[in-house]
């Protein structure tokens, strides 16, 4: 483990995004696994900066869009994706694409 990056409270979810997201993101478009993985207490931020809202997207609905863009750009090849986007609360395992989904199992 190393650490890589870190950011001054104002920080904006698309900054974040561009400067280290974005190339695991076309890193798993091209086919390698990527992870993104937030960490910290309760009530810092992490599901906020993973969803975002309408005027502030978060890294899911980003990455998404750029994985789509790659798609749309590239239209002599075949994509299959399989992805998640998971939170784990209190041991309990919640669908961030579905959050009526709590207490899958991994």
Sequence with gaps: FTFDNGFPPMTSTDQIYRQVLSEI?????????????AYGQTS?????????????PGV??????EVFNHVKSTPEREFFFRLSYIEIYNEVVIDLLDPT???LQI
């Design 60 to 65: 899911i609905p980003l990455a998404t869009n």
């Design 101 to 103: 989904k709590t207490g």
């Design 44 to 56: 810092s931020g992490k599901t906020f900066t993973m969803t975002g809202s309408r005027g502030d």
């Design 25 to 37: 993101v076309t890193s798993s478009v091209e086919g390698y696994n990527g992870t993104v993985f």
